[in-house]
Each structure stands twice: as C-alpha cells, then as structure tokens.
C-alpha cells in the first residue's frame, strides 16, 4: 500500500466526510497510517476493499472521520497572536465585561490537549487581571476527541513544551511532576471543556473571543466552513473577536468582520453590521 494509493482514497473519502484534501496534505502521513491499521483490524488487503466496505457501511464512515483527526497543538502557538491577545484584546474584552459587569467568556473551540485554553487563562491572570481588578472570566473549550479532553482536563505536558513557554511563564505557571509539568491550580479554575462536534453544535451564549485555529478552516470543506462561520458570528458579542490560524483564510469575505493588527488572524466583529 503506498502513499499514492492512500492520496487517491483521502482524495476520493474526504469530501464525502465534508472535508477537503487540501487541508491533510501535509499531514496525511498519520492520517494514512490510521487508516491502515484500521485496515489491518478488519482483515481487509487495500484501500478498494476499505472503500467497498464503506460504500456498503455506513457506520464506518464515523470510524474512518475520527481517523482523520489531527491533534496537534502548542502552548503560544503563532506568538505574535498572543502577544496582540495580551496587549490588546484581553485588555479589550476585560473592560467591556466590568463596564457590562459580567465576565468575559471565551470559546476555544478544537482545543486538543488544552494548549490553547491554558494558554490564554495564563495570559488573562498575569496580565489582564493585574491592571483590570474585578475582571472575571470563562472560557469554555471545546473538542469531538473525548483522549484529547481527558489530557486536556489533567493539564498535564511533557517537559517539551518548555521550549514553547516563555522561561517566566514556565517558572510562575507550572509544577513540575518528574518528567512533565502541570498547569498550576489557578490556571485552571474558570475553564470548562466540553465534547462537541462544531459541525453539529457549539457552545451556548454570545463570546467575546472565538479562537478557532486548525480545525474548520483548515480540514473543512469551504461550504461547512462557511457555516461554521456563519454560526460562529451568530456566537459573538458586539464587537467580539474571531481568530483563525496563520495559514488560514476565511471562506468569504465579511464586511461586518475587520481584520486587527497584522498578522491578518484576528477579526472583529463590527457592531453596525452585526446580523444577529
Ligand atoms: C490541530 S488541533 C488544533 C488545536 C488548537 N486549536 C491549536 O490551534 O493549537 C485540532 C483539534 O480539533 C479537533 N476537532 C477536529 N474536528 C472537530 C470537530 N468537528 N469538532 C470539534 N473539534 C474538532 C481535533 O480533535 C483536534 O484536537
């Protein structure tokens, strides 16, 4: 089985998952060598075979969709977003929550092992709260891998990611625990994760910040990424902001949606033109 017979069944398998090649083209190597164990699991020979049985089972298709999982993540991922979350979105959304008194809520949305959520509840207690007392917060995190959420709940890394911590934030923010380090308690409260497939539900409520980087607008085929989209704004505040990631694009152009800074991945939702 080689790599081109698995191109030619993600090309042929994909967009019926409603997803598109494009986006596991880099990536297909861990894709194809699920797919093949999966194979082996069934006692099938090849890639015709896999795709008889699918034409013929449906219940395999949710088999072969979790196969196509990708779960990397990062702590900082795309430093340069961060650095404008923290400078200047955080600060944002903390004062319109006080002024509204409330709290911010965020929605990480494919939060993998909790990388991202972490990431932005560390940013808001050592920098937004600091300056802005009686800022409060939630952040709601959410993902379709249930192994994924379960890493994510016990904030736990392997020593790795040191080389992706800021040295202070590492210091400050994490207990070491023999070869890993775990996200300090503080860290963590404010967090809820959810398991939700975002192509058939999101979370509840008006966000003032969406993340939703390596996931829809990158697998996804350009009409459920439209959706996705769609539904998402219809999740945000007035004036809320929407990030994607660095090589993402949005599928349509949004007049109510303004590109900040840039890095050309933060958006803010114009309260003018807002639709909902
Ligand atoms: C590549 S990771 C990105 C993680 C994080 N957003 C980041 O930028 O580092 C994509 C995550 O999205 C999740 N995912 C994939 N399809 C999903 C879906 N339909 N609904 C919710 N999560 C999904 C995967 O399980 C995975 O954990």
């Not at 880099?26 to 797919?35: E, L, P, S, T, Y």
């Not at 911010?104 to 932005?120: K, N, V």
């Not at 890095?263 to 807002?274: E, R």
Request: charged share 25%; glycine share 6%; aromatic share 8%.
């Amino acid at each position: 089985m080689t790599d081109a017979d698995c191109v030619a069944f993600l090309q042929w398998a994909l967009p019926r998952l409603d997803m598109r090649w494009t986006g596991f083209r880099k990536v297909r190597g861990q894709v194809c060598k699920r797919i093949r164990r999966r194979m082996a699991e069934l006692g099938l020979e090849g890639y015709a075979a896999y795709r008889q049985l699918l034409e013929t089972d449906p219940d395999e298709w949710r088999v072969l969709d979790e196969c196509c999982h990708i779960t990397i993540s990062r702590f900082f991922r795309d430093r340069d977003v961060f650095e404008r979350l923290r400078r200047s979105v955080l600060p944002d959304i903390a004062r319109r929550a006080i002024r509204e008194n409330r709290p911010a809520r965020i929605w990480s949305a494919g939060c993998a092992s909790g990388e991202e959520p972490y990431t932005l509840k560390i940013l808001w207690d050592l920098e937004a709260v600091p300056s802005l007392p009686g800022a409060a917060i939630m952040i709601v995190a959410t993902d379709i891998d249930r192994t994924m959420l379960e890493r994510a709940q016990i904030g736990c890394y392997h020593e790795h990611i040191l080389h992706d911590l800021p040295p202070h934030i590492a210091a400050q923010c994490f207990d070491r625990s023999g070869d890993h380090f775990c996200v300090r308690p503080q860290h963590r409260k404010d967090i809820t994760f959810l398991l939700q497939d975002l192509r058939v539900e999101m979370p509840s409520g008006l966000f003032d910040l969406v993340l939703n980087r390596y996931v829809a607008f990158t697998y996804f085929a350009p009409s459920l990424q439209r959706l996705v989209l769609e539904k998402t704004l219809e999740h945000l505040h007035p004036q809320g902001y929407l990030v994607i990631g660095k090589h993402e694009r949005l599928p349509e152009e949004r007049p109510q949606l303004a590109s900040i800074g840039s890095t050309g991945q933060i958006f803010q939702l114009s309260p003018a033109t807002q639709s909902h």
